[in-house]
């Protein structure tokens, strides 16, 4: 069988914002903030294990400098400082092989580091998330 991936066909909706600009190679990072299923194994060997309750992300998003989507994360970011209204809903998907990552409510935790040079640069954003849904 063969399958076939396609960069084009990954959206990011953040809000009503459809993201584009996406950077030249890796562009979207999710990891949980959890630590999963942990372990403790007593001084007699029973092993006993803890199931963490976080169901939070964290999204990393890498864009070209002159992208659009630039201006609406500062936006949001400037806005839930001011009054802790920048929270939006975060949908990631490929087109060709359904949903990504879900979650109803994600914020940037910073703006992007700025570099200016002869080439243009990337600016990378992390969020953080509520509760989502990531599937394979």
Known sequence: MVKTYNAKEVTMAAGNHIVTGFA?????TI????DG????????????RAISPDGTYKVKLTLLQ??????F???AYDRDRETGDGMFPLLIKDLKGGM???SESAWI????SRGYGKDTNNREWEMDTGEGTLNE
Not at 24 to 28: Q, T, V
Not at 37 to 48: F, L, N, P, Q
Not at 66 to 71: I, K, L, R, V
């Open 24 to 28: 030249d190679d890796s562009f979207i």
């Open 31 to 34: 990891e949980t903030n959890g």
């Open 37 to 48: 299923v942990t372990k403790k194994v007593g001084c007699d060997g029973e092993v006993a």
């Open 66 to 71: 002159t992208s659009d989507s630039n201006s």
């Open 73 to 75: 994360f500062q936006t």
């Open 100 to 102: 990504v990552f879900n």
């Open 109 to 112: 935790v910073k703006p992007a």
